[in-house]
């Protein structure tokens, strides 16, 4: 298997919740690499950017304001099937579907607010990373 890189963001509910420790300590735990990560503050335009690819969907108006709604932190993951093993991890979107034990399941409260965004697809997770952080930003942990 490829090294494969992914985003997290911590969502405005995660951070409101102050649970970062203890979702990124669940990362760490399962073998990912934190290349690099920020707390920011998304206007309404960079959610409604990040998300674009939603934007034909009933929910999107929806997730730009709550994205938008406090701060979040991105963070840029690393480790071999990132993605894959991440979505594992956090769990469906839908913390009521998720599996025992993953983030989502153990911290979310609806589908709405669900603490961690990851990516979908090895190709999804390198744009973005990028639209968060420039290769100057990711610190190589190797």
């Known amino acids: 298997m490829a090294i494969e890189r992914t985003l997290a963001i911590l969502k405005p509910d995660c951070v409101r919740k102050n649970l970062q420790g203890q979702v990124i300590a669940r990362m760490q735990k399962a073998g990912f690499t934190i290349l690099s990560m920020k707390m920011v ?26 994205m938008s709604s406090g701060a979040c932190m991105p963070i840029a993951l690393e480790k071999e099937n990132a993605v894959e093993d991440f979505r594992t991890l956090i769990g469906k979107t839908d913390p009521a579907e998720a599996a025992p034990g993953t983030i989502r399941k153990d911290f979310a409260e609806s589908k709405g607010e669900n603490i961690v965004h990851g990516s979908d697809s090895p190709d999804n997770g390198k744009s973005e990373v990028a639209f968060f952080f420039s290769e100057k930003e990711l610190a190589e942990n190797r």
Do not use: Q
């Open 41 to 66: 503050r998304l206007s309404p335009i960079s959610a409604g950017a990040f998300y674009a690819v939603h934007k034909d969907r009933p929910f999107y108006k929806g997730l730009v304001e709550f």
